[in-house]
């Protein structure tokens, strides 16, 4: 199934959809405010599994994000973060960044690789802030890769659908999405280390 949802002002009937089919075990694909990306709720663990099939990887090695709808949400599934990692954090959320910090013990055992770390994201679109929220808990994000060999991701949300439909359960159509992804900043050491750099302006935030 594929629905369309505006992405300045969602409409609530077609997030109680979405969230419905989360809570249901099911996988969905749905735009942020970089790439469009595939996703779950976190505590589903067999479809989280499904989403690593669907991508040919392995959980452990994967180093998947979770989408939070404020820095409350951080805190829930990270470790305490040094005060300059938290200015950093506040500066660029909500935008087109991911952080890796040390996990707490609340993050499913099945994300936790040994470096025990977890990835967050709070994105500046509405479609998953409003998700998260209905849901009541962070949505797994992995962005969906384009098969064309110029193009690397999947911008078009019906090309998206023709693609997937036999394979996750819900595309959330809402609109054009971007051909870049967001910049990963790592900080589980305490120190910022940039492992990619993406939409997100690192300048910014010094």
């Known amino acids: 199934m594929i629905i369309s949802i505006h992405p300045d002002n969602p409409n609530p009937r077609g997030i109680a959809t979405a969230v419905e089919c989360l809570k249901d075990g099911g996988i969905i694909i749905y735009p942020t405010d970089t790439v469009y990306t595939i996703g779950c709720d976190i505590f589903q663990q067999r479809s989280v599994e499904r989403i690593a099939q669907i991508k040919h990887i392995n959980i452990k090695k994967q180093n998947f994000s979770f989408i939070c709808s404020d820095l ?40 936790k690789s040994k470096k025990k770390t977890v990835g967050i994201r709070i994105p500046d679109h509405n479609i998953p802030i409003e998700l998260v929220n209905m849901l009541g808990n962070p949505i797994l994000s992995s962005s969906v890769h384009d098969k064309d060999s110029i193009q690397e991701y999947s911008t ?39 492992l990619r750099e993406g939409l997100g302006n690192i300048e910014k935030l010094l």
Do not use: C
């Open 156 to 194: 078009d949300a019906s090309l998206i659908y023709e693609r997937f439909k036999n394979k996750v359960d819900l595309v959330i159509d809402g609109g054009l999405g971007k051909l870049t992804p967001s910049t990963v900043i790592d900080y589980s050491s305490g120190e910022m280390v940039v």
């Open 72 to 111: 409350g949400q951080l805190s829930d599934y990270s470790l305490p973060i040094n005060r300059q990692a938290y200015k950093v954090v506040r500066r660029a959320f909500p935008g087109p960044f991911t952080f890796i910090f040390k996990a707490k013990s609340t993050v499913p055992k099945l994300f």
